[in-house]
């Protein structure tokens, strides 16, 4: 994924204050995939079928921006701006919004356009259709004729649980796979290329700089399972 221009390396803080009045610092430390785990997790999303497409720019679209699994579901065409490579949250955790600029890699814009280019044959209705919406309606939730309706309701969160380790399994991962994870993987990546942690703390949506220089400290460096990463005493 793209990184500003002119963003330079800026020290975490001291593990006094990492561990001062938090619990986050007795929590067991998230895995990370590696970059080659995560390649051959995206590779076994292929074909063309409306599923494939759909998943593959959702799964991309999840990671680059680190996105929670209830914001990811819930993203609207407008906010994910293809020319830019930025995406808006609306209302994420907390009711706070945010705007991941240039996050995007190339491949997950032509993965979003290819998934738009379909998503536009299926007539959903543009004031409330997401972006990745179900390919159906549920009884019950469309005004009128539910036969009639086409789909665009928002993904449940569940689905995503299910599906990531289904597809990790497919790919021979060893870990366990979660949309948390993807999340986790991105955060380590911002970090390890000298990304600002103020500029972590506003893609990830985070309240407080020390939140999210506690999380970063916990993660798990890339290539590394959480079971070989040595906690400090």
Partial sequence: ???????????????????KGTRMSEAPIPDVL???????????????????????????VAHDAALRSAEVVKLRPADVDLATGSVNVRKGKGGRSRLIRDCLDPATCEAVAAWLAL?????????????FGTFYTRPGRASGDNSAAKGGDPLDTSYLRRLLPKLAAKAKLSKDVSPH????????????????????QQALGHRRLATTSIYLARLAPAGMGASQHGRAA
Wanted: zero cysteines; a positive charge; aromatic letters at 4%.
């Fill in 181 to 200: 994870l993807l999340r986790h993987t991105r955060a380590r990546g911002w970090s390890d290329r000298g990304v600002p942690v103020a500029d972590i």
């Fill in 119 to 131: 998503r536009d044959t299926f007539g959903w209705d543009g004031r409330s259709a997401v972006l």
């Fill in 1 to 19: 994924g793209r990184v500003r221009a002119g963003l330079a390396s800026r020290p975490l803080m001291s593990q006094a204050t990492l561990t």
């Fill in 34 to 60: 590696t970059a080659a785990e995560l390649d051959a997790l995206l590779a076994v999303v292929n074909g063309r079928s409306k599923t494939a497409l759909r998943t593959r720019a959702l799964l991309r």
